[in-house]
Every structure is written in C-alpha cells, then in structure tokens.
C-alpha cells in the first residue's frame, strides 16, 4: 500500500508573509476606521482615511516584507559561499564536521562517515547547508514571494472594514466594524490554522484577542483627544 504524508512546511515562507499581511490589514485599518469615527467625524473622512491607511499600509507591508528577507537572504548567500571556500580549503575537516553532526542524530560512527561521505560526493555544498547551516530550498528567503503575499493579503484585509463603513449607517459603524472585524480575524485565525497544520482553537484566540486588544485602545485614543489614531 503507498503511503502518502502530507506536510506543511514548505508553506511557511509565504504563509507567514500572507497571515502577517491579512492580520494587519484588518487590525490597522479597522482600529483607524474605529479612532477616526470616535473622534466624531463622518463617513467620507472615515473613508478618506482608510482608503489611505490600505494604500500606505500595503506598500510599507511590501517594502519590509522584500527588505527583511533580502537580508536574510544575502546572509544565506554569505553563509553558503564562506561553506564553499572552507570545503575546498579543508576538505577532510568539513567531512568530519558533517560526520559529528550525523552521529549526534543518533547515527553510529562508521555509517555517519559513509553517510558524509556519500552526501559529500553529491552535493556537498548542499549537504553541509542543510545539515551544518540549516539552509535548503524548502526553506530559503524568497524576498519577492514575501512582499507579494504580504501586501496582496493587507490589502484585501484592509478591504474588508472598508467594506462595512460603506455599508452601515453611521449609527452602527462602531460596533458593526469592530464585531465584523473581530470575525475576520477569528476566519483568517481558522484558514492559517489549517494551511499550516496548526492548532485551530489557538490559533484563532490568539489572532481575535489582539485585534480587540488593537481596536479598543486606538477608539479609546480617538474618543479621548478627538483626533484619528
């Protein structure tokens, strides 16, 4: 019988940037929709403002998301190239190397040399990446994948409370954006909980507590000074 396992790690890399980005959408632009209608003003100005907080939040979202993994990345790079100058100046020392490593796994110390051994003659650089660095294709710093989920995902879940300021009344656009709000970020809790293979009941409280945290703080600033938070 074939059997098949289905893991989820190879989602992390844009997952992350995704989760991140959708989570601060929602939470940023529906805590300045909450301060700037808590400061009394009106639909338009509300509005106004979100649209802005969605434009400026999207592009910073990508602009740190591409800078931060770039300097992973170029860090990664370094790492592999310095790996590189060490296997053809000490080969027999970075085989040792690669032999420790698999006899603390748990590997006796003849079959850990073979292993290195056989490892090194196929790829070695990507051995010792993997194995000495922590370093693989599954896992590496894709800069440009992370800012397009992040500012794609902000961007859409920045849309969501501005949907509401379009549809509420005023009479009940506190409470529908912040209760509206709090139900996206329990779904987007739920759906990263289940692409990545994780815990959905933490999952979720940990995403809807810390948006309310946000929400409640940035109306109380707006209510209290009158101005948009």
């Known amino acids: 019988m074939r059997h098949s396992e289905r893991h989820k790690t190879h989602r992390t890399g844009w997952l992350r940037a995704a989760v991140l980005g959708a989570n601060d959408g929602i939470v940023s632009t529906a805590s300045l929709v909450l301060g700037v209608a808590a400061a009394s003003a009106g639909t338009q100005g509300i509005l ?19 800078v931060s993994v770039s300097s992973q990345a170029d860090t990664e790079r370094a790492d592999l190239a310095r790996e590189s100058i060490e296997l053809a100046e000490n080969p027999q020392q970075e085989h ?14 003849k079959l850990a040399s073979d292993v290195a051994t056989q490892l090194t003659q196929h790829d070695a650089l990507a051995a010792h990446g993997r194995d000495e660095l922590g370093i693989s294709d599954t896992l590496a710093a894709k800069p440009v994948q992370a800012a397009l989920a992040s500012a794609g995902t902000f961007a859409v879940g920045a849309a969501l409370p501005l949907l509401m300021v379009l549809l509420l009344p005023v009479s009940a656009l506190m409470w529908g954006v912040a209760g509206s709000s709090l139900l996206f970020l329990a779904l987007l809790g739920f759906l ?11 999952s979720v409280i940990r995403v809807t507590f810390w948006g309310a945290l946000a929400m409640a703080l940035t109306t109380g600033v707006g209510a209290l000074f009158g101005v948009a938070a």
């Open 48 to 66: 106004v403002a979100g649209v802005a907080g969605l434009v400026a939040g999207a592009m910073s979202m990508a602009a740190g998301e591409y």
């Open 96 to 109: 040792a190397e690669l032999a420790a490593i698999y006899e603390k796994r748990g590997l006796d110390k």
């Open 192 to 202: 990263a909980a289940r692409t990545g293979g994780a815990p959905v009941i933490a």
